[in-house]
């Protein structure tokens, strides 16, 4: 599609440029203007009268054995000169117009259309004078280039059509998302709860919510209760950058700034075990049955085994050339990204790395409901889906506005839908078939970290700002 645009902008371009030689050849190609006064219908050759179609049509079928007066010579001059001239100045109109045509298809076919009369409106006027001339050659070349030029852009024009067509059919049953806000949290009206870095709901029937904060803190919450707060957690010594509960609900385990990853008892609030060994801040952590998995601005992802007293690692991956912003993972596979563009998918079963580039910093990572595709956010302002094990691109979904900040984003239950904040202040709900977007507002605050309801048809956001919301959606599925 952007090959036509370009072809036929191209085109529109180098035909003016044509015309513009093309007339110039003409017009040089004769002596200066000559205005004579004898310039009557009908026209004295020697002893003969003769109108001037009739010397026309004789030139036209070379019977002619007229020999024209200097007043006709100068008549058929004029008119010679005064059309290449014409063409000249018209030449020269198309070339400020090409620029307007690569914005407005209105324009762009008008151009092509009326540039090809003209053409044929001159080969018509000039026939009689260069039938073989390689100035003919020339202009016949430009006329046919005008012909399949208007042609490849109406083909374009349709191929556009039909794909809005079709567009709109696929799209006609997606924009049935709707949601509301149930129920809201601000900082600013309790105590200090600064930037919420992660929001988690609790697993199983997903009655809590965690928050890893700005202020060292994670904080349980009964959000159907207006954000009830049930309690906190210290012991970190800087910002809390992400939390994972445990299937159980007993425990769950934070990753910091301050280079270490706890191991808490979530109804006792007691740190069970501490883990240090990564040299940068822990932005990112997970559960995996019994094994906890970090990555770190160290350019390490770090396996613990829980069921092991030991606090060391029990293995190490370090193939990434800068910070892990974020991971995921299945029973057997390990999905991670870093600010280096790649995401790396670790099979542990075979032993195998397969890694995808995508040449611009990843921010998330979040796997469909069937673990076959993973969406990726880059700090281009894309997100990505990519079916996992070929690495092909199936969609990829633009309008939200990401270049600053690392924004979480997940799918709903059934996978119809993904959701991410904005640095626009705004929600986007994309349809994960069509890529057709939409967005709900979120009182001027970015949200940076979402996630979707277990069971139910609801979902918490986190804001840069410290405020909260329980929102339920409605997405068509039965």
């Avoid at 801040?281 to 829980?306: A, E, H, M, P, W």
């Avoid at 139910?456 to 339920?472: H, I, R």
């Amino acid at each position: 599609m952007r090959f036509l645009i370009f072809t036929s902008s191209l085109y529109l371009f180098l035909a003016a440029s044509a015309g513009v030689l093309l007339s110039w050849m003409f017009i040089a190609n004769d002596d200066p203007w000559l205005i004579d006064s004898h310039s009557n219908k009908e026209l004295l050759f020697g002893n003969q009268n003769i109108t001037f179609d009739e010397y026309f049509n004789s030139l036209q079928s070379n019977l002619t054995t007229v020999s024209p007066s200097e007043s006709v010579k100068s008549i058929l001059r004029l008119h010679y000169q005064f059309t290449s001239m014409l063409l000249f100045l018209t030449s020269i109109l198309l070339l400020f117009v090409v620029f307007l045509a690569a914005r407005n298809r209105i324009i762009t076919l008008s151009t092509h259309i009326m540039f090809g009369i003209w053409l044929i409106t001159f080969a018509y006027l000039m026939k009689p004078y260069a039938r073989t001339s390689i100035h003919t050659k020339l202009f016949m070349i430009v006329l046919i280039s005008n012909i399949i030029g208007t042609v490849m852009y109406i083909l374009h024009l349709v191929q556009l059509q039909i794909k809005k067509m079709t567009e709109h059919i696929k799209g006609s049953h997606s924009s049935n998302f709707s949601c509301e806000c149930v129920a809201s949290f601000n900082s600013q009206q309790q105590q200090q709860l600064n930037t919420c870095f992660s929001i988690k709901f609790s697993k199983g029937n997903g009655n809590y919510c965690m928050t890893a904060n700005g202020d060292k803190t994670i904080k349980l919450f009964n959000p159907f209760k207006s954000f009830l707060l049930l309690k906190e957690y210290k012991g970190h010594g800087y910002e809390v950058n992400d939390i994972d509960i445990s299937n159980d609900n007993n425990s769950f385990i934070s990753g910091s700034t301050d280079k270490q990853i706890y191991l808490w008892d979530i109804s006792t609030g007691e740190i069970k075990r501490r883990f240090k060994e990564h040299k940068g801040k822990v932005n990112v952590v997970k559960l995996q049955n019994d094994i906890l998995i970090s990555g770190s601005s160290d350019r390490t992802v770090k396996l613990f085994d829980l069921k092991s007293n030991n606090i060391k690692s029990i293995q190490t991956l370090t193939d990434a050339t800068d910070s892990i912003t974020t991971l995921t993972c299945t029973n057997y596979e390990i999905l991670t990204g870093s600010v280096d563009g790649s995401i790396r998918i670790y099979d542990i079963r075979m032993g195998k790395l397969k890694t995808d580039p995508f040449y611009s910093s990843i921010g998330h990572i979040s796997l469909t409901n069937d673990n076959k595709c993973y969406s990726v956010t880059c700090l281009d302002s894309t997100i990505k889906l990519i079916e996992k094990d070929t690495g092909k691109v199936l969609q990829i979904y633009k309008g939200h506005l990401n270049e600053n900040y690392q924004l979480k984003h997940c799918f709903t239950k059934n996978d119809n839908y993904l959701l991410i904040g904005s640095e626009n202040n705004l929600i986007y709900y994309f349809n994960t078939m069509t890529g057709e977007g939409n967005t709900f507002t979120n009182n001027n605050n970015i949200v940076n970290c979402i996630d979707v309801h277990p069971k139910d048809n609801y979902f918490v956001v986190g804001t840069l700002e410290g405020k909260l919301e329980l929102l339920s959606y409605n997405d068509g599925a039965k």
